[in-house]
């Protein structure tokens, strides 16, 4: 296979495009996906300040390197969970990926916050998994308020956008289908939150990070094991394998044709947050989740 730019021999083959590309043709595709997410969504401009999470993955600093090299205002930030085995290692690899390409790094630490996540699990009854989605949710958020940052931007790239949506199908779950999108708009008390790698698949940022230098954390964390969002993820590698872009049909078809219709149901539905008595934070319940966390473990803001 020829790359279609240079017309040498291409060393990564992306079938969903009907093309391959050579090392270099290949990061200017990775990049032109990016610019083309943020100009087609509208997701920020030259003239945002820009809070990027950094989890010490592959997507994440695949996103901070290119949104640096398009001349972005950009900062990362890092929240050390302090799970044993896992939080050292990710957090080594934020580090020097901030040190190695100049970013300006935040780093947050669970345990000097009263939440580290071990301590959250076993005081839970529960998949500890969507309580340390809601504690971070939270913390990125407000440090992105407290800081001036007007646009959180995460790495969530095609594949885990395409299983969010699919779960959300199976459930029939109005409320996040009507949320779910690239572009979340800011709101009082919410920071803009912007997903520019939507186009790009997980195969695509892993081999970008490999031809950029960027040496990422790939250590699963040890909570993850028999999630079903990566049973979903399995069945829509499969059906890509078989239907070449098929994933960015289906989120694109979402994102054109039915999220609009979802929305409304959830405007109908929602009711409208309010500030938590406790922290301030938006929440529609009496107070907010991890108020109530913090209530749960007996610990004080």
């Known amino acids: ?26 990061k200017v595709f990775f990049s032109r996906q990016v610019a ?27 996103l901070a390197r290119e949104l640096q090299l398009q001349g972005y205002n950009t900062a990362g930030l890092h929240m050390d969970l302090a799970i044993p085995g896992s939080s050292d290692k990710a957090r080594d690899h934020v580090e020097r990926f901030c040190r190695d390409f100049g970013v300006d790094l935040h ?8 939440l580290p996540i071990p301590v959250v699990e076993k005081k839970f009854n529960r998949p500890v998994c969507s309580l340390c989605g809601r504690i971070k949710r939270y913390y990125f958020n407000k440090f992105a308020l407290d800081h001036g940052f007007n646009v959180l931007a995460t790495g969530h790239n095609l594949d885990d956008e395409a299983a969010r949506l699919f ?15 690239p572009d979340l708009p800011a709101e009082q008390g919410f920071v803009r939150k912007v997903k520019p790698l939507y186009r790009l698949s997980e195969f ?8 950029a230098g960027i040496d990422y ?43 609009q ?41």
Not at 107 to 114: R, T
Not at 167 to 181: A, E, F, T, Y
Not at 281 to 300: A, D, Q
Request: hydrophobic share 30%; proline share 6%.
């Open 167 to 181: 779960s959300n199908v199976m459930r029939w779950d109005v409320s996040h289908l009507g949320s779910q999108g």
């Open 36 to 62: 083309k997410a943020i100009k087609e969504r509208q997701l920020f401009s030259k003239e945002d300040k820009i809070l990027i999470a950094l989890s010490g993955g592959k997507d994440s600093l695949a």
């Open 1 to 26: 296979m020829k790359c279609p730019r240079c017309k040498t021999t291409a060393a990564v083959a992306l079938p969903s495009h009907n093309a391959g590309f050579c090392p270099e043709c290949f």
């Open 107 to 114: 780093v947050l630490e669970m345990e000097k916050e009263g």
């Open 217 to 259: 954390c790939y250590s699963p964390c040890p909570y993850s094991k028999g999630a079903s969002f990566t049973y979903y993820k399995t069945l829509l590698d499969e059906l890509e394998y078989e239907q070449p872009g098929r994933k960015i049909s289906f989120y694109e078809g979402f994102l054109n044709r039915g999220r």
């Open 204 to 211: 695509e940022t892993a081999n970008y990070s490999f031809l």
């Open 261 to 301: 219709a979802f929305a409304r149901q959830d405007e109908q539905q929602g009711g409208k947050p309010r500030p938590c008595p406790g922290c301030g934070y938006p929440t529609t319940g009496e107070i907010c989740g991890i108020c109530r966390i913090r209530e749960i473990m007996g610990s004080k803001e």
